[in-house]
């Protein structure tokens, strides 16, 4: 009897654990443990349990449950969406339909890098498109372009070479770190040259070539096998 007892206290301790107690343990839910927490405080705790990229199987059931608690995925706020971080790659291409990104914050989650599939960024490019304050790539401000990160990778060459010289350069530390499709890449090498960005490259050092990042390896190459494979001016 003494067993059975231990058995069901832990099963109620377990099915009750709350937020802070899981930010207190250190340690990081099994999907096991996931599948006997409480909802509500596993959406409490998202900011924690989403630090850190998760199994497959532990984000899909975290997302599941999500959408399940708000009744579909159109009803899930904007408080949520903001903080799934590692949960975000559970939600599926058709899911971003019924979702809205018009908030910078909530566009902010969906930017970062959580290797999302192509028809995944596709998607969630197209509700930028759709949602994001009626504003159009030559609107778009460093702030705007930090948000929206990965998810310019998704967007087409035409759309980027909207994009204001000047917030692209005081976006460049970021979107110098994307790994985007060669079209996309080039898109974004036009801009660096404008003379409201870095100008021509010939004039350019060593920190801005460092700041340009990847963008600088889709100039034309006579200008790549000068920047990186000569001397360049501190």
């Known amino acids: 009897m003494l067993l059975i007892g231990i058995i069901l206290l832990r099963a109620v301790l377990a099915h009750n654990i709350t937020c ?24 409490n705790c998202l900011l924690h349990i989403g630090s850190e990229e998760m199994p497959r199987d532990e984000s899909d059931f975290i997302w599941q449950s999500i959408v399940k608690n708000f009744r579909g995925v159109s009803n899930v706020p904007e408080e949520v969406l903001k903080v799934l971080h590692w949960v975000t790659p559970a ?19 969906f930017g970062l890098d959580y290797n999302l599939s192509n028809d995944q960024l596709t998607a969630i490019a197209e509700r930028v498109r759709e949602d994001f304050a009626d504003k159009e790539p030559e609107d778009y401000t460093f702030y705007d372009l930090t948000a929206l990160r990965n998810i310019l990778c998704a967007f087409n060459r035409s759309e980027i070479e909207r994009i204001h010289p000047s917030a692209y350069k ?23 040259v404008q003379k409201d960005a870095f ?16 963008v600088a390896k889709y100039l034309p190459k006579t200008i790549v096998d000068k920047l990186f494979y000569s001397p360049v001016k501190n």
Do not use: H
């Open 20 to 43: 802070e107690e899981i930010v207190a343990s250190g340690k990081k839910l099994s999907l096991k443990e996931l599948q006997s927490t409480d909802i509500s405080q596993i959406i």
């Open 199 to 214: 100008g021509p490259p010939d004039k350019w050092n060593d920190a801005i070539v460092r700041v340009v990042g990847e």
């Open 170 to 192: 005081e976006a460049s530390q970021n979107i110098g770190k994307l790994k985007c499709k060669p079209e996309v890449m080039k898109a974004f090498a036009t801009l660096a």
């Open 91 to 109: 939600i599926t291409a058709a899911e971003y339909a019924n979702l809205t990104l018009s908030n910078i914050e909530v566009i902010e989650n």
